[in-house]
Structures are given as structure tokens and as C-alpha cells.
């Protein structure tokens, strides 16, 4: 009986209920959205890191396991991996940051095609001029570009000569020693990507690497693909508390209106309900109940806004965000939307409770 | 059998700085199956007393006791549990859910009584008498000022109260339908054997009673 009073109380107030709904659901979506797009990109950094083909990769000395880098290794390595007799191709890459997560890439084109398998052209073809850029085919997407347009980045413009299906490990390349120059870097690079003569060897390499350059972080293709994970990024867990701690306060906020309002505009029926007999606990179970079901509510809608949200990045900006769907969180963000959609409702709910009748029945 | 024995009953409220006295010892006894009218001006005190009676708000001083409970020493848990058991109102403006259908209006009453069972064969008839059975399922704003008293009275007396105490019941009714409700009423005591005590200022609403008393300044006098 109560959670019938209950449902035709959200009925009777279906705008009321849809905003509050709507509301709580924001705060879904946003850690939704949040931990959707940490772990999307993470996901898509580590496809496009399978993408490449390599069995190993050497890094800088200090640099961070899923940091994109600089251009801080003497490119001599490269002679010294080469020479190690199980290696039978070797590429070097240059990362340069073009602000925010965006970075652009240079390759040795012919290199970097035979170890990855080649690329998939959608449009136009390879790297042939100095001033040639190819890009992916969601960046191309994001920006609008087609082969022959002029893309303007590290203050100049480079001519798009093809367009690949993404999944080559960046979005942006140019010839690395274009980039070695533009980065007054000549000599340096970032990292070397290594294929082997037999991927069962890989671990047995890697030692036998690590033994003559120590202070080289040397890590197998799949070793490094693990590690592109929300836990290794203290700077996101962080984030993703903060968002969550605002959801908890949304809620809060939310439903504190929603239900204060609900008590005051309902004052009379309060009043009737314990002129029949109903006990503080029955007006807080009402109350309790009609929140939880408007937190539910509000954690499918906000479920649902997550596939929005999702949709939005895929037709806005596909090459800069990638949102996943984390299905492992829909219990996590309904459960912290409900606690905050409790805590929203105690101390309605206690008023309502603790309202005398009879000041409650002549309520008009 | 005495069902209610009010004995030197009185209330004070405080209105500013002012004592008010609602209730300057009031002594009355309710037989069981009695239907008594307690008429009276505005500010007579008569609504005070409906609402001690009905454990809506607690006496100053005096003995009351319904159904043998006093009700003097209770605290709000036990005017809660007294509400839930032993007293069925219907108040002049229906006080009925609009949320709720008329099952559910009835229903909600029981359900907070704890009771679970479904309506008996009586209470059918009842509400065959009430000319509601058929309209179940609609909600108060579908029924006639009329109509919905009658849930009103159905919701009061679906728990077999001991008393059933009704708010000026009429108050907002013309006349065919005051009639029709008072007949119900002083039908259901009849038949039933329900306990009645009706508050209105309308003579002609207090003729529908077995007996009628007069408050006046806070004090019962026989009618």
C-alpha cells in the first residue's frame, strides 16, 4: 500500500519527478562520463599501441610508463638495439606535445609500415615531403580535413598526404626528422619500438637489454598495454573523487529541494496520514521510499545520458576523447547517487515525521 | 456500557501571553452505540474536545478515558497507537488522498492499522449502503463533495473503530446531501451498533442524534 502512495505521488507530480530524476541522473553521467572516458582513452591508447606490431619497446631513462614522452633519448640506442642478433627491425619514434593530451609523431614511414603491417589509407597515400602529415581517420573527422588540406601545428602548416583507419598508435605523424628539427631535438627521440624474431624470446631479450642499458625502462608490448590502466594514473583517481564527491552533493542538493518542497506542498496529507494512526516511522518509510525510487529513476536516466554522452564525444571530437561504456560502475554511481539522495532526504523527512497533526490537517 | 467518561476535562492553550481556556471541566459520558451531537458556537471549545477525544492533542487536566484506555497519561506514541485503533474521523473537508483512489483511500487506513486481510462481507454492505461500491476506483476529485464524505466515512470505520467522531461532517454540503449523510450516519449506528459523536453548530444536523448536548464557554451543558 505505501509504495502505491508512494508511485502516485511521483505520478501526480510527473514534471517534478522528471527534473528530479533528470537531476539526480546528471550526477550519474558525470562520473559515468568521467570514469567512461579515463578508461576509453586508456583502452584506446593501448589498441593503438597493439597497432604498432612491436614485440618491445625502450624508453627514456625516468620517463613515466603511460606519459606520451619527449624527445630525451640519444638516438644511438638505436645502433646498439639493432645489433642485438634476435632483433630483426628496430624504429625509433618521436613524440612532441601540441598542448593537452594532443601530441603529434614522427616515424621513419617505411620502418614504422613494415613493423605495424602497413597502413590502411582511407584517402591519398604516405609521408613523401617534408612538410607532409598523415592523420587518422577520426581526426581527420574532429577537424574536418581531407587529403590536401593544410593542417596548422608547432607553427606551420603541413599538407594532409593520407588518411589511415586509426589504430597506428598516434593520430597525427610527420617524418621524425622533420620533427627533430622543428624540436631543435636533432638526434633525440622518444622511444624505440622493437620486433623480434620470435615473440617467445621476448622476456629473455628484455633481460639481456636491461643488463647493458640499466636505466632504461624496457618493457614487452603486452607488459606495457597492462599497465595502461586508471590505477597507474594517481592524478585521474584523484579526479574521478572529486566527481564523485560533487555527484554526492548533486544528490544531496536535489533531493533536499525536491523533498522539502514535496513535505511543505503536502503538509495536509501528512496531517490526514497521522490522523489515521501512522507513526513517525510509517512518514519517514513513505518519504524514504519515494526517494530511493526517485535516486533509481534517476540512475537509469543518468545511465541512459551516458550513452548521450558517449554519442556526443563519438560525433564531436572522436579523435581527442574516447568514452567507454563501464558497465562496472553503474552500480557504483547508482550507489553513491542513492547515499547522496539519502542524506538529501533526512532531515525532510524528519520534519515531515515530527509535524504535528493537527497543525498539519489545518495546513491549507 | 460507558465507551467514553470524561471526567473535569480541561485545556489551556497559550496565545501570546494569553491563557486561553478551551475547556473548563467538561464531564460527559458516551454510552456505547450511543449518536450523540455536541452543537455549539464558533470558539465554544467543542472543536477542542474533538480533538482530545481524538488523541489529536493531549488535555490539561481532567481523566478521559475511551473504551476503558485513559487517555490522560498518554504520550504521542500512544495517541498515535490510540488514532490507528480506536478512533475513526471524518473531518467537514473530507481529508481524503488525492493521489488514491477510494480502494486506496479506504485501504491506506488499514494498512496502517497493520491489517492486511481483505474487506469482510459487513464492510461490503457497508459499502453498498455508503453508494460507493461502484466507485472503487476513482479518485476523490471524480466524486461529489457528497460522495467523497462517504469515503471519508468508510475510511473512518473501516478498522471497526470503538468511536467514530465526525467534524462538522456536513459543513460543506447543501442540503440533500447533509441529509444523506447524517441518515448514513445515524443508519450505520443503528445497524452497526457504531459508537457516533458528531461536533456541528447546525441544530438541524444535531436532530439526526440519539441525544444532543451544548457547549458553551468551554463547558458541556445538557441540551
Redesign the interface.
Known amino acids: 500500500?505505501?509504495y502505491?502512495?508512494v508511485y502516485?505521488?511521483l505520478?501526480?507530480r510527473p514534471v517534478r519527478t522528471l527534473l528530479s530524476s533528470l537531476a539526480i541522473g546528471l550526477g550519474v553521467t558525470m562520473m559515468l562520463a568521467l570514469v567512461g572516458v579515463g578508461e576509453g582513452m586508456l583502452e584506446d591508447q593501448a589498441n593503438r599501441a597493439r597497432g604498432v606490431g612491436a614485440d618491445l619497446v625502450v624508453r627514456a631513462p625516468g620517463s613515466s610508463v603511460v606519459g606520451m614522452g619527449s624527445l630525451s633519448m640519444n638516438q644511438k640506442i638505436l645502433d646498439y638495439v639493432r645489433a642485438q642478433k634476435q632483433v630483426t627491425l628496430a624504429t625509433p619514434i618521436g613524440v612532441h606535445s601540441t598542448g593537452g593530451v594532443s601530441s603529434i609523431m614522427g616515424i621513419n614511414y617505411d620502418e614504422f609500415a613494415a613493423m605495424s603491417g602497413g597502413f590502411r589509407f582511407r584517402e591519398g597515400g604516405k609521408l613523401t615531403a617534408p612538410d607532409d602529415v598523415i592523420i587518422d581517420d577520426l581526426y581527420a573527422r574532429e577537424k574536418k580535413l581531407k587529403v590536401g588540406s593544410l593542417l596548422h601545428t608547432m607553427n606551420r602548416d603541413w599538407r594532409v598526404s593520407g588518411i589511415f583507419a586509426s589504430g597506428k598508435l598516434a593520430r597525427v605523424m610527420i617524418p621524425l626528422t622533420v620533427l627533430q628539427e622543428l624540436a631543435s631535438a636533432n638526434g633525440k627521440i622518444t622511444m624505440i619500438y622493437v620486433k623480434l624474431d620470435n615473440p617467445a624470446n621476448t622476456q629473455a631479450v628484455i633481460n639481456a637489454m636491461k643488463q647493458d642499458l640499466p636505466e632504461y625502462p624496457i618493457y614487452a608490448m603486452e607488459e606495457l598495454i597492462k599497465q595502461f590502466s586508471v590505477n597507474n594514473l594517481p592524478e585521474l583517481k584523484a579526479f574521478i573523487g572529486v566527481v564523485v564527491s560533487l555527484a554526492v552533493l548533486f544528490g544531496f542538493l536535489v533531493v533536499f529541494l525536491a523533498m522539502y518542497t514535496a513535505v511543505l506542498e503536502r503538509t495536509?496529507?501528512i496531517?490526514?496520514?497521522?490522523?489515521?494512526?501512522?507513526?513517525p516511522g510509517?512518514v519517514l518509510g513513505i518519504l524514504l521510499r519515494e526517494t530511493v525510487l526517485l535516486a533509481i529513476i534517476g540512475s537509469l536516466c543518468g545511465i541512459a545520458m551516458s550513452y548521450g554522452t558517449r554519442w556526443l564525444i563519438a560525433t564531436f571530437i572522436p579523435a581527442s576523447m574516447v568514452q567507454a561504456i563501464v558497465y562496472s560502475w553503474w552500480p557504483i554511481a547508482s550507489l553513491i547517487t542513492l547515499a547522496g539522495a539519502i542524506l538529501g532526504v533526512l532531515y525532510p523527512a524528519l520534519k515531515a515525521a515530527r509535524q504535528d497533526?493537527?497543525d498539519s490537517?489545518s495546513y491549507d | 456500557m460507558a465507551i467514553i467518561e470524561i471526567d473535569n476535562l480541561r485545556k489551556t492553550f497559550r496565545s501570546g501571553d494569553v491563557d486561553v481556556h478551551a475547556l473548563r471541566g467538561v464531564n460527559l459520558v458516551v454510552q456505547k452505540g450511543e449518536f450523540l451531537a455536541v452543537v455549539g458556537r464558533s470558539g465554544s471549545g467543542k472543536s477542542t474536545l474533538f480533538?482530545i477525544l481524538?488523541g489529536?492533542?493531549p488535555p490539561t487536566s481532567g481523566t478521559i478515558k475511551i473504551d476503558g484506555q485513559s487517555l490522560t497519561s498518554l504520550d504521542e506514541?500512544g495517541r498515535?497507537?490510540?488514532?490507528?485503533?480506536s478512533v475513526g474521523?471524518v473531518?467537514q473537508k473530507y481529508?481524503?488522498?488525492?493521489?488514491?483512489t477510494v480502494r486506496?483511500n479506504i485501504?491506506?487506513?488499514?494498512?496502517?492499522?497493520g491489517r492486511s486481510e481483505p474487506w469482510d462481507a459487513t464492510f461490503l454492505e457497508v459499502l453498498e449502503l455508503l453508494g460507493i461500491a461502484q466507485k472503487l476506483d476513482r479518485k476523490p476529485r471524480q466524486l461529489s463533495g457528497g460522495e467523497q464524505q462517504r469515503v471519508a466515512i468508510a475510511?473512518a470505520i473501516v478498522n471497526q473503530p470503538a468511536i467514530l467522531l465526525a467534524d462538522e461532517p456536513t459543513g460543506n454540503l447543501d442540503t440533500e446531501n447533509s441529509n444523506m449523510v447524517l441518515d448514513l450516519l445515524r443508519h450505520l449506528n443503528k445497524k452497526t451498533g457504531q459508537t457516533v459523536l458528531m461536533i456541528t453548530h447546525d441544530p438541524e444536523a444535531a436532530a439526526f442524534a440519539d441525544r444532543t448536548v451544548q457547549m458553551r464557554d468551554g463547558e458541556l451543558h445538557s441540551a
Open positions: 500500500m505505501v502505491k502512495l502516485e505521488n505520478k501526480h495536509r496529507e496531517g490526514i496520514l497521522k490522523a489515521l494512526g501512522a507513526g510509517y497533526a493537527l490537517l | 480533538h481524538g489529536l492533542t506514541a498515535t497507537r490510540l488514532r490507528r485503533n474521523f473531518f481529508n481524503l488522498l488525492p493521489t488514491l486506496d485501504d491506506i487506513a488499514r494498512d496502517i492499522a475510511r
